[in-house]
């Protein structure tokens, strides 16, 4: 029998958006409903892609690890955002590490019961490959920023798609640690914590631990786009 509250969580996921209620069903009926516990691995770089994942609750790191074993955070996925869509048209094995930051629960759906559902369905091709195109223009900027911006533009960049991810909310909450936000920066935290300094002593933002508020968006979109300095 299908659970109802799978049903519901596909339903409020933008992957499968404009989907009829039917298609929701049989999605429901291929997704395997998994719990993690924070810091658990749901797969490793190298792993057999065997099919993708779906956030449901909590937030997943994709992250890469070097000879040296220092860790270089990719991206952060939250509620309803896909990851490992790698494995869904070509089954590769995994390119990086996927770990839980907090309790976690996500929707795995098999490669070869959803590559059936997608040759039956030409809408929910059409949504997988605009959350691919999606992705690619993503990872192009965050290669962008690693390889020709100083760390306060890819700060303020950061900082702008937070307000973005909440709404155009000028106050928000950081969802990862400095450490972290540091990795995903390509940085370090003594380095982050600096300008972070600079950024409250001009006036840009006004930030209380995780709290941050933007209070000069221009300045911040400066720093991000025309590589103005603090």
Known sequence: MISSDIVVHIKSMPIFKNLPSHNMEQLASIAIDQHFRRGEIVFSEGDKGTGFYVVVSGR??????????KEQILHFF?????FGEVAIFEGWRFPAHAQCVNDTRIFFFPRDAFVDLLKRHPTLSLNMLAILSMRLRKFTHLVEDLSLKEVPGRL???LL??????????????DISKSQLASLLGTIPETVSRIFTKMNKQGIIHSDGRHIQILDAERLRCLSEEGERL
């Open 156 to 158: 303020a960049a950061y």
């Open 78 to 82: 939250g509620p309803g955002e896909p």
């Open 161 to 174: 798609y937070l307000r973005e991810r909440n709404g155009g909310r000028s106050f928000f909450e950081l």
């Open 60 to 69: 997943v790191k994709i992250f890469k690890l070097s000879f040296e074993g």
